[in-house]
């Protein structure tokens, strides 16, 4: 039992579902999308989504995909670090903020973002070029329809290297994928990484230790 006590809190975050650690940058600001915003709009033109503070959801327990999430009027001065959560949405709202910049990394991973509503004072991540369509309208830019940087020229700005290809990572930027079996650095090493092999041994040597200390535990309890 001693061994199980012991072990738990170490394996409990891993055991905790993903999407329920992940709602952290819903609650960041008070109250639900705001009436009217474009991610309201989209969430309520789906019909199959629910509030989660500041985010939508596809409906259902457990958290479903994370569709929109709106942090207008939040008095962000820089970029959230939690916004890291949110790599799956559709539609962000960022306006009516005073955010001075949008560091190059912040939408990181943002493959899906269609839409996003930044203060006109800034540009749109990746620059205009990143995007199918930029607007302005009063204090509002809306950077609509994410191009796909690894399709035409940008590749040639951006090779990737030997044995690899470029895939989409957010707005105006790429990563270089191994072709299998390449892997490691520079896609050089060939062969599949064992993976199962790795975690295999892993586990093996958890259990082994967990029965060791609980047979141990037992035998001094049992002892008087
Ligand atoms: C949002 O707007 C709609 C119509 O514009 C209105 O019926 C509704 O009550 C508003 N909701 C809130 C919470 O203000
Ligand atoms: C921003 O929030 C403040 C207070 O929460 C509210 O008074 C104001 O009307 C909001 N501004 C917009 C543009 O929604
Ligand atoms: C962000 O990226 C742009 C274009 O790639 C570059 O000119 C700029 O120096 C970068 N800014 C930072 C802070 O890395
Ligand atoms: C590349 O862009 C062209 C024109 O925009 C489009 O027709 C084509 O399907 C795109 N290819 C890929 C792989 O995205």
């Not at 991610?39 to 989504?49: I, N």
Request: proline share 10%; with cysteine; aromatic share 4%.
């Amino acid at each position: 039992m001693g061994a199980v006590a012991l072990l738990l809190p170490l394996l409990l975050p891993l055991l905790l579902p993903r999407t329920a650690r992940g709602a952290a940058v819903c609650g960041s600001c008070p109250g639900p999308p705001r009436n009217g915003s474009i991610v309201s709009r989209f969430c309520e033109s789906r019909g199959d989504t629910e509030n989660d503070g500041r985010c939508c959801r596809e409906r259902g327990a457990p958290p479903g995909r994370l569709l929109g999430l709106d942090l207008s009027n939040c008095s962000l001065h820089s970029v959230p670090p939690e916004l890291a959560e949110a790599t799956a949405a559709i539609v962000l709202d960022l306006t009516e903020n005073p955010l001075t910049s949008l560091p190059n990394g912040s939408f990181l991973g943002f493959t899906h973002l269609q839409l996003l509503a930044v203060p006109a004072a800034l540009e749109c991540p990746g620059g205009s070029d990143a995007w199918q369509d930029v607007t302005v309208d009063g204090s509002i830019r809306q950077c609509r329809g994410q191009k796909n940087p690894c399709n035409g020229s940008a590749e040639l700005a951006w090779p990737c290297p030997e044995n690899s290809a470029c895939a989409p990572d957010g707005p105006g930027l790429v990563q270089c994928l191994c072709d299998s079996p390449f892997h490691g650095y520079k896609c050089l090493r060939e062969g599949t990484f064992p993976v199962l092999l790795f975690s295999g041994i892993l586990g093996t040597a958890t259990v082994s230790l967990s029965l060791l200390l609980w047979g141990t535990q037992r035998r001094k309890a049992k002892t008087p």
